[in-house]
């Protein structure tokens, strides 16, 4: 899929823009604190609904405006899609997608698949488990309706089981809670469970899509393995790797009947996929603990070319590439290789301060924009 135009309407610092995306390659330069960064996050807002760096929706609409508006028009092999995202303060924001109104926001997912790669990325493999989770959460619930859907509704059964739980915690603690309880068990197992299969398989064309690249980018001199860690399963890298539906649902009942006396004292669901996380490993060994700062940018660049591909075979379409300010951060053998593993294959937006970073053939094939105070000049 490709954009061919964004429309901007006080958003960030832009007042207003009208960007005509010509071609697979756009080259976004300007200095420090003009709006590249913003004109990215605007694109991921229209695939996700969201921002990748504001908690707010508040955030993202102009200092001196009441509201934002962002248009983006998507072609796809079937079709286009025009994709609109208005916010307001003080009301939720409305989505429609080709005029129609969007009721859930996860119903925007599939209309626009993007990947990113900001600096702050590097907290896939530095950061906390949730970040992880959140990273294989967005991917599979932009190519997956069926796990969109599990993963809401596992939440729902969290927050119920949670509420329980607590009130049990409180001395609440009867027949009536009792059987209450035993049905949450129930629902969480069967939901929490396909989402866990859906994450293991998808963990599994991930690590094998990136490892390849890794070792591409690494000449073979290094190994990259990306495991599934089932919250169940404490080692690193996992002693095992789940390799069925029921072997999983087993695993998890197993666990709930251990921990379930704990759960009822803390008044907190202990078990689960909002547990889970992933290792990246390189030659066997924790990345987050043992990997050089080189080390930990390239196993995460891998870790996002794999999610390009992942895309590609699930929905038969490429995503769009968002790279933001990616280029200072790598060496020349390795920006080379960047460059010409997405050139020509997916559409790719590209931020930096200078034009220096590209090599000259792929400035040729680029679109090149200059940003300045939000605006732009093509
Ligand atoms: N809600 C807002 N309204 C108006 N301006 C904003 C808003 N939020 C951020 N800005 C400003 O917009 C400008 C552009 O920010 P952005 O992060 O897009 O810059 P950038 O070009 O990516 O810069 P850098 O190279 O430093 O990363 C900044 O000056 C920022 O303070
Ligand atoms: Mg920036």
Redesign the pocket.
């Known amino acids: 899929m490709q954009i061919r135009r964004l429309v901007l309407r006080g958003f ?2 832009y007042r207003e823009l009208d960007f005509s995306v010509a071609g697979q390659l756009c080259l976004l330069l ?10 990215l996050e605007a694109i991921y807002c229209a695939a996700t609904g969201r921002s990748f760096r504001a908690s707010l929706d508040e ?5 001196n405006s009441r509201e934002a508006d962002i248009r983006c028009l998507v072609e796809k092999d079937l079709g286009e899609a025009e994709i609109e995202i208005q916010l307001s303060r003080g009301r939720n924001k409305r989505i429609r997608v080709n005029g129609q109104l969007v009721r859930r926001h996860s119903d925007l997912f599939g209309h626009l698949n993007v990947v990113t790669f900001t600096p702050d990325d590097l907290q896939l493999v530095k950061g906390s488990p949730a970040g992880r989770r959140r990273f294989l959460d967005i991917e599979l619930a932009q190519v997956s309706g069926t796990y969109r859907h599990d993963l809401l509704n596992y939440h729902h059964i969290l927050r119920q089981r949670n509420s329980l739980l607590k009130s049990m915690a409180e001395g609440r603690e009867n027949r009536e809670t009792r059987e209450a309880l035993a049905m949450w068990d129930e629902q969480l197992v069967r939901c929490g469970s396909r989402v866990m299969w859906k994450r293991t398989e998808a963990v599994a064309k991930l690590a094998a899509i990136g490892r390849h690249f890794h070792g591409e980018i690494t000449n073979g001199a290094e190994e990259l393995t990306i495991c599934y860690r089932p919250f169940y399963e404490k080692a690193v890298p996992p002693t095992t790797s789940p390799a069925s539906p029921a072997e999983i649902e087993t695993a998890f009942r197993a666990a709930l009947a251990r921990l379930q006396p704990v759960e009822i004292r803390r008044g907190q669901t202990m078990v689960g996929p909002q547990r889970d996380d992933i290792d990246f490993l390189i030659d066997r060994r924790p990345v987050r603990i043992y990997g050089s700062q080189g080390q930990q940018r390239t196993a995460v660049l891998a870790g996002k070319l794999a999610e390009v591909d992942f895309m590609r075979e699930e929905t038969n379409e490429y995503p769009v590439l968002l790279l933001d ?1 990616v280029m200072s951060e790598l060496d020349q053998q390795r920006r080379q290789f960047f460059l010409q593993s997405v050139t020509g294959r997916v559409q790719t937006f590209i ?1 930096a ?1 200078s034009q220096a970073y590209f090599p000259e053939p792929f400035l040729q094939k680029a679109q090149v924009a200059t ?1 300045k105070a ?1 605006s732009l000049e093509v």
């Open positions: 960030r610092n300007g200095e420090n604190a003009q709006g590249k960064t913003s004109l955030e993202l609409i102009a200092w300010d931020t301060t940003i939000g």
